[in-house]
């Protein structure tokens, strides 16, 4: 079978590298793939932390993603011949007043209530834990299953890994994207991030910005060994360095770094761990997530010839594993495994 992908992001990507190694002959379409969210994004793999109310179904999406990680990183570091970054470092979700604390004894209420494993800490255990804490952290939780990948590695594995798949690599032409009819190929996969309405009009995915800062360690600043979580940040360990994010912001297709954004980070992370501040600030970035209206991903089939593997907002490389099978089975047998059935993308709640 001959597909082609449109999107060299974290999911195109994923899906063809997979198609790949399930012999299928691919080609991965893309005008500006510098441009993928995963260039900017933190590499959280931590479906425990991320719950939020009302998400259930995308809980066990993202749990069976996150269970699926340690064999994809370890194909795909095979394939690729290098190390794709994949960790696990654990979470701390830290509270630094009774509002907080408030927040953070809900969210682990839910949790407990969901069988889910993470450890209640008081204020002197969680900064046991984590000592580049600030003191003033009243109490957290503790989430030692969660993992992180490099999202720079993984994106430079997965291209190395498609290319020893033989996956071949089209830059198209940004003023002149080809139509979709006239791709040569027996099935195409729609995975162009919060631009895929370009290419399926209807399709109800939006951007959603995110800023993002990096931060390096000049040998005196203590940073943290685990993610650290505070309600409005988090400061993600990468080897010598932190990112620190992000921004949630809903203002359509905006790629400007804002000072008070840059701001805004720098002061909530610093109050949660005060190393940051003594960090030297080398990046700060910004990506547009695809956010769909109820925060879940369109994963299946359109038609006979077009799958659709978009609109993953927050979790797009959390649950790239779990896509990419997902789309390389349906392509294979023409069934979509139940795994991905609620989020097919002509649900109701997302019909435009
Ligand atoms: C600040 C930030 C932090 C994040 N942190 C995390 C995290 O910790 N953990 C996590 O799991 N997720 C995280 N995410 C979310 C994650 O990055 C996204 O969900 C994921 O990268 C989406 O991948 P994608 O391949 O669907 O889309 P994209 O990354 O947007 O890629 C789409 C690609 O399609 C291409 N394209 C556009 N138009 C066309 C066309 N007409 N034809 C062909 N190609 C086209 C684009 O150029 C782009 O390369 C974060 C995102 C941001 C912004």
Redesign the pocket.
């Known amino acids: 079978m001959r597909v082609a992908v449109?999107?060299?992001?974290?999911?195109?990507?994923s899906v063809a590298w997979r198609c790949a190694r399930r012999g299928m002959e691919v080609t991965v379409?893309?005008?500006?793939?510098?441009?993928?969210?995963?260039?900017?994004?933190?590499?959280?793999?931590?479906p425990v932390t991320e719950l939020h109310a009302g998400e259930e179904a995308l809980l066990a999406l993202n749990l069976e993603s996150a269970r699926r990680w340690p064999s994809f990183a370890a194909e795909l570091a095979g394939d690729a011949g290098c190390d794709p970054g994949y960790v696990t470092c654990g979470t701390v979700a830290v509270a630094r007043d009774l509002d907080d604390l408030r927040v953070l004894d809900d969210l682990h209420a839910q949790q407990v209530g969901l069988g889910l494993q993470v450890e209640r800490l008081s204020g002197r255990e969680v900064r046991r834990r984590e000592p580049a804490l600030a003191p003033s952290a009243r109490g957290g939780l503790f989430v030692g299953g969660d993992h992180?990948v490099d999202?720079r590695r993984l994106l430079s594995a997965l291209r190395r890994a498609a290319g020893a798949r033989a996956v071949g690599m089209v830059t198209?032409s940004p003023e002149d994207?080809p139509a979709m009819r006239a791709l040569d190929a027996d099935a195409v996969v729609v995975?162009?991030?919060?631009?895929?309405p370009?290419?399926v009009p209807g399709l109800a995915v939006r951007p959603?910005?995110?800023?993002?800062l990096r931060l390096r360690s000049d040998g005196r600043s203590v940073l943290p060994a685990h993610v650290v979580r505070g309600l409005d940040v988090y400061v993600?360990p990468r080897g010598d360095e932190v990112v620190v994010?992000?921004?949630v912001e809903d203002v359509g297709e905006d790629l400007t770094v804002r000072a008070g954004a840059v701001h805004d980070l720098l002061h909530d992370a610093a109050d949660l761990v005060p190393g940051v501040a003594e960090a030297e600030l080398v990046e700060c970035?910004?990506?547009?997530?695809?956010a769909t209206p109820d925060n879940a991903p369109l994963i299946g089939a359109l038609d006979e010839r077009t799958v659709v593997?978009?609109?993953?907002?927050?979790?797009?490389?959390?649950?790239?594993p779990v896509t990419a099978d997902a789309v390389a089975e349906l392509l294979v047998s023409g069934e979509a495994p139940d795994v991905v059935a609620p989020f097919r993308p002509e649900r109701p709640a997302v019909r435009r």
């Open positions: 449109l999107g060299a992001g974290v999911i195109g990507l379409h893309d005008p500006a793939p510098a441009r993928a969210a995963a260039n900017v994004a933190a590499g959280m793999l931590a992180q999202n198209t994207p995975a162009a991030g919060w631009r895929s370009a290419l959603v910005k995110g800023q993002v993600v994010g992000a921004t970035g910004v990506g547009l997530r695809p593997a978009t609109g993953h907002y927050r979790n797009g490389i959390l649950l790239a």
